[in-house]
Structure formats: structure tokens, C-alpha cells
């Protein structure tokens, strides 16, 4: 059972404007979730994360939304840049579970100039 | 600036091979983990690490195994490699206590073909 879905493959949005990347879980125990981002023939690089007690974190243009009522999360980008262009991962970890990272299949976001 | 290297980058080989993936790490971290990842699809854990001579299996089955002999290297071993076994694997490590987020620091990957 996939305890991390991103289930929009892909976004486009024009450059400016801003990205809403979407993130849902059904595991409770999360206590952390962290965004990753990914471009060809690169490993992931660490975005932002958001510990479980918060439901919102900013860095620059980055701001992450928790909702743990409804389990979801989102990364909002504004204004969007076309060197965001790259795969955008969402990942979980539990403490109970040693904190390793669980994550979503990817959305691969688009920023057309 | 990435501290964690793995070679090679890419590499296709014939059914039956034995390959070793290399991964080093320059930051002294006392954790790593081995993912495999195909396109469009999540990473799935495959094996990790929590110190020198502590390996474990991850939440995805796969028929390769690794070492931590050294604290800044752990590789990955096929002893036959088949098709199925074609993927990209990234390897990542941390230096997680117990509280915060467990920020992990990724290699570039290897992208294996396995004719």
C-alpha cells in the first residue's frame, strides 16, 4: 500500500505565476514531511520540510501547507522560475519507524517563459 | 556542493554479470541508504545503514546486498544481474539523532541497463 501519493503526474504554469504541488498520506504516524527536487540525470535535492506540529514553513519562494486533518500537504512556489523546471517529490518519515523517508511518485512541474 | 559520490553513472551489461555500485560519502555521516527508483514511479528503500557493520533491508525486496566496512562507503552488489534488474539507484545518507527532520543528502545515481 503506497502510504505517499502525489497524483498529479504533471503541472505547467507559466513563468510568474504561482505552482501548487500536491501531496496526500494516510499514514498517521507521520511526523515530518519534506520536499525534494529532482532534475535529469541528478539525485534529489532537499527543498523544505514541515514538522506535523506546524501547519505552515516558508523559505523565500517555498511555503509548504499541512493539513492533518485531511492528510494532505502542498508546495506553493511563488513566482515561479523557469530553472524550477524539475521533479518535485513529497516525503514522509515516523519516528517510530526509524524516521527513513517514504515517498510519493513525483510531479514533474513545468515553468514555460 | 554534493559530498557524496557514485560511480559509475551509467553502465549496461549483459544478463549474468556480477556488478558493484560505489557510493562514498565525505560528510561522516552515520547514515546511509540505498534507493532504486524507475521513471514516473516513487523511490523505494532497498537497504540502509546505521553505522560501520550495521546493514538492513529495506521496504522494497531486492536481491542485492551491501557492506559498510568503512563509515564513508557503503556499496551495492548484484552477483547476477537480469533485466528486471534495470532501475536507477540513488544513494543517499544522513546524519539523523532523533529529532528533526531526517534530511537526506543524495548521490547523482547510477542507471544500470541490464541487457
Known amino acids: 500500500d503506497q502510504q505517499v501519493k502525489q497524483n498529479s503526474p504533471s503541472l505547467s504554469v507559466q513563468e510568474g505565476r504561482i505552482s501548487i504541488l500536491n501531496c496526500d498520506y494516510t499514514?498517521?504516524?507521520?511526523?515530518?514531511f519534506l520536499w525534494y527536487k529532482k532534475y535529469p540525470a541528478e539525485g534529489p535535492t532537499f527543498l523544505i520540510s514541515?514538522?506535523?506540529?506546524?501547519d505552515k514553513n516558508e523559505d523565500g519562494r517555498f511555503t509548504v501547507f499541512l493539513n492533518k486533518s485531511a492528510k494532505h500537504l502542498s508546495l506553493h512556489i511563488v513566482p515561479s522560475q523557469p530553472g524550477d523546471s524539475a521533479v518535485y517529490f513529497c516525503?514522509?518519515?515516523?519516528?517510530?519507524?526509524?524516521?527513513?523517508?517514504?515517498f510519493g511518485e513525483g510531479t514533474q512541474l513545468t515553468v514555460n517563459p | 556542493e554534493a559530498d557524496i559520490y557514485q560511480t559509475p553513472r551509467y553502465l549496461v551489461i549483459g544478463t549474468g554479470k556480477k556488478i558493484t555500485l560505489e557510493c562514498s560519502q565525505t560528510?561522516?555521516?552515520?547514515?546511509m541508504y540505498w534507493y532504486q527508483q524507475d521513471p514516473g514511479m516513487e523511490l523505494h528503500l532497498i537497504h540502509y545503514?546505521?553505522?560501520?557493520?550495521?546493514?538492513e533491508k529495506g521496504d522494497l525486496s531486492s536481491e542485492s546486498t551491501v557492506s559498510r566496512i568503512r563509515t564513508e562507503h557503503f556499496p551495492l552488489t548484484l552477483e547476477s544481474a537480469r533485466p528486471s534488474h534495470t532501475s536507477q539507484y540513488l544513494c543517499?545518507?544522513?546524519?539523523?539523532?532523533?529529532?528533526?527532520?531526517?534530511?537526506?543528502?543524495f548521490g547523482a545515481g547510477s542507471r544500470l541497463t541490464v541487457l
Open positions: 543517499a545518507s544522513s546524519d539523523f539523532r532523533s529529532s528533526g527532520a531526517n534530511v537526506l543528502t
Open positions: 499514514n498517521s504516524m507521520f511526523d515530518y
Open positions: 514541515i514538522s506535523s506540529i506546524k
Open positions: 516525503a514522509a518519515s515516523a519516528a517510530a519507524s526509524g524516521s527513513r523517508l517514504t
Open positions: 560528510m561522516g555521516h552515520d547514515k
Open positions: 545503514s546505521y553505522g560501520v557493520n550495521s546493514t
